[in-house]
């Protein structure tokens, strides 16, 4: 039986629990849904499963009605739709963090929960390079300390706390462990933990580049202009070159140190348009061609 508080994306949640109510009445079908929604175009519903359409709120009220979802499912179908339909990751933010809580409430056990607090703190990829090394002893003041900038002991033992929990380290013979050299999330999160871990680590950027120890940073940079396909070439280089670098890290057995590395690659233009100075010259260039040709000139 479809549980919505399993969903994160609504549309994917409409296309199953619509399946799933087809399977348990063959006569059940888009046009059925429709006059049940009230709706006139009997593929509406379809267009909205497909991403062509959006959802409305009246019409999330009525599907709400129709699917019998009592008042919790009602809430969590809402956020569900407002953070889908958010433009901002600061609103995608409010209404999936609005998400979680209701899960947390309802005590369901979902892996998209502490993947989006893995990642939505900024230090918690950090401890989990820093629990590992030989020179911890279980102080969790010394491990705080040893992050850059420094937290709290109470931070570090709830970061160690949810990576357990995570499955990202384990204990083994009384010493942590990472579960996997490298984490892997689903595509469920990009949107959302994703960003925010990108922007605090560039947060953390800025303040390297704003301190004195040159020698343990290196910040490059370059501006270019190429086409499209050149663009896409480079994207696919930063992607190897990263996985160049996390099979050095794999193999370094002497780490002492834990770093982070940004790869940016953005637009800082956009296409150019004619103004009208430009249009009437090419429109005189063309012109003199023109008479060129005609009188014989070369």
Request: glycine share 4%.
């Given at each position: ?204 950027a800025i303040e390297a580049l704003d301190s004195n120890d040159r020698e343990n940073r290196n910040m490059t940079g370059c501006t270019l202009h190429v086409t499209r396909k050149t663009f896409d070439l480079m994207k696919e280089e930063l992607t190897q070159c990263r996985s160049r670098l996390l099979a050095m890290a794999e193999a370094d057995t002497e ?32 012109e003199n061609t023109d008479a060129e040709r005609l009188s014989g000139e070369p």
């Open positions: 039986m479809i549980t919505i508080f399993e969903y994160i994306d609504y549309r994917q949640y409409l296309c199953d629990l619509f399946e799933e109510k087809k399977q348990r009445n063959s006569s059940f079908s888009h046009r059925v849904l429709a006059q049940k929604l009230g709706l006139s175009t009997s593929n509406y519903v379809m267009l909205i499963m497909q991403g062509k359409r959006n959802l409305n709120a009246d019409l999330r009220f009525k599907m709400s009605e129709v699917f019998k979802h009592n008042q919790k499912e009602a809430e969590y179908f809402e956020e569900m739709v407002n953070f889908a339909h958010a433009k901002t990751d600061a609103e995608k933010n409010f209404h999936f963090t609005r998400m979680i809580s209701m899960r947390k409430f309802l005590k369901m056990t979902v892996l998209d929960d502490s993947q989006y607090e893995y990642l939505s703190t900024w230090y918690n990829p950090v401890i989990r390079e820093l629990v590992t090394q030989p020179e911890w002893n279980g102080d969790f003041d010394v491990l705080a300390k040893a992050v850059r900038p420094p937290i709290t002991a109470a931070q570090a033992k709830r970061s160690v706390k949810l990576l357990i929990g995570c499955g990202l380290i384990t204990l083994n013979n009384g010493r942590y462990i990472q579960t996997s050299p490298v984490v892997t999330f689903k595509k469920s999160m990009v949107s959302v933990a994703v960003t925010n871990f990108h922007r605090e680590m560039c947060k953390r780490a002492d140190g834990v770093y982070h590395i940004n790869l940016h690659l953005f637009p800082v233009s956009c296409p150019m348009k004619k103004g009208k100075k430009t249009v009437d010259a090419e429109k005189r260039s063309k």
